[in-house]
């Protein structure tokens, strides 16, 4: 019986990576249904929100979503779609791996670790208001079942993929009540795994994993600092496209690339597809589609080592959206 998807194209670019990653999992082998709905700018006629109950329904019912970028305005206008997703569906791990590929120009070779960033909580929970006409307050939230949580979720990650280590980062240097309850709570988990554990102060590990990288394998972090040293360490690997992304809750999955929704390039065929269709090879194998994912995974690995082969915005490469998505077609 095959597997039923939420699939979210989204906006900028998002379809079409979206309908790239479609096509190359549909070649695959893997079994799925898919149940296409839409989100963001693209729907705020239709429905007066980005975020309309009837994709909030297909998640719940399906468990798992493959979603593509969307857009969210700056500084004013609707919140984030993606923050939304997250604390309605309760998808309180967001996964980043970063890893290096053979034939993509790197800062470094030999990267492959993982950050696990809380996904609910922190100064993305949103709450701020005005302090009188000259300032503002945001709140930050931090709470022990969430850092249980995500600790020991961080904790799973490593035992299940033989990783042997596991890094805390914060600012309980400063914030020693809210960073320090953070820091507790994953010393103490610590405390019931046999695996390597340290606590770095998040200003220091930005400068570590720019320096050597290799030395990390999952990386547990409040949700600023999870979502600021994962971009930057996209930039370690050759850029946001080639991060992919999941956020896991107890029973749902929503899969999306780390990038936005670029809507400068969007309809072009310009789009690196790569990060979506990673995300969607994280997706197989959450789901037990491991073959397939092998499949795709090990394509990307031959197309990577060829330069021309490549999407134009990275070194040596000269195809377009469709066209890549093809040659990994080609390749599997």
């Known amino acids: 019986m095959p597997n039923k998807i939420t699939l979210i194209p989204g906006d900028g670019i998002g379809p079409e990576v979206v309908y790239a990653t479609k096509d190359i999992i549909d070649k695959s082998g893997a ?22 109950d009837k994709v909030i329904d297909s998640i719940k019912k399906n468990k798992v979503a493959l979603k593509g970028p969307i857009t969210t305005p700056v500084g004013t206008g609707f919140r984030s779609v993606n923050v939304a997703l997250r604390q309605k569906l309760n998808l309180y791990a967001n996964i980043r791996p970063i890893k290096s590929y053979e034939g993509i120009n790197t800062l470094h070779k030999n990267v492959d670790f993982v950050i696990v960033r809380e996904n609910t909580e922190g100064l993305y929970a949103g709450i701020e208001h005005r302090v009188g006409d000259e300032a503002c307050e945001s709140i930050k939230i931090i709470t022990k079942k969430a850092s249980d949580r995500i600790a020991k979720f961080a904790f799973e990650l490593a035992k ?15 914030m020693k009540l809210s960073d320090g309850l953070f820091l507790k709570c994953a010393k103490d988990v610590a405390k019931d795994y046999e695996i390597d554990f340290e606590d770095v102060i998040v200003d220091a590990m930005s400068m570590k994993l720019v320096m050597n990288p290799q030395n990390y394998d999952v990386v547990v972090a409040p949700n600023l600092y999870g979502d600021v040293l994962s971009d930057m360490s996209a930039g370690l690997i050759g850029g946001l496209g080639m991060a992919p992304g999941a956020n896991i809750g107890d029973n749902i999955a929503v899969f999306e690339p780390v990038h936005g929704s670029a809507p400068d390039i969007a309809g072009k065929n310009l789009a690196n597809p790569i990060s979506c269709i990673l995300t969607g090879v994280m997706m197989l194998k959450y789901i037990g589609e ?43």
């Open 31 to 52: 079994e799925i249904e898919w149940e296409i709905l839409n989100a963001g700018i693209c729907v705020m006629d239709e429905y007066n929100t980005p975020l309309p």
């Open 290 to 332: 491991n073959d397939a994912a092998l499949k795709i995974e090990s394509a990307l690995e031959k197309v990577f080592k060829q330069k021309d082969k490549l999407t134009k915005d990275l070194v040596g490469g000269l195809l377009g959206t469709k066209e890549f998505a093809q040659t990994v077609i080609e390749h599997m």
């Open 160 to 174: 299940k993929e033989n990783r042997k280590k596991v890094t805390a980062t914060h600012k309980a240097n400063i």
